[in-house]
């Protein structure tokens, strides 16, 4: 492209935020769910009643 249109920039910006957004967000989601999720699991057992909660 020899030139690039500001709404074209705006578009790519904005794209790029939205994936990176959500590779973020997916990173948390792995990293502090996940073993909160494993947690709670093994504590279900004991109250089957918090399962449902989660």
């Known amino acids: 492209m020899p030139q690039m249109m ?4 705006l ?3 904005f794209f790029f935020t ?3 957004f959500f590779s973020l967000s997916f990173f948390y989601y792995m990293k ?3 073993p909160i999720n494993k ?9 089957n009643k918090m ?3 989660w």
């Open 32 to 34: 502090f769910f996940l």
């Open 11 to 13: 578009m790519l910006m």
């Open 18 to 20: 939205t994936i990176l």
């Open 6 to 9: 500001p709404l074209n920039w």
């Open 51 to 53: 399962n449902w909660m």
């Open 39 to 47: 947690l709670i699991s093994n504590k279900s057992i004991k109250s």
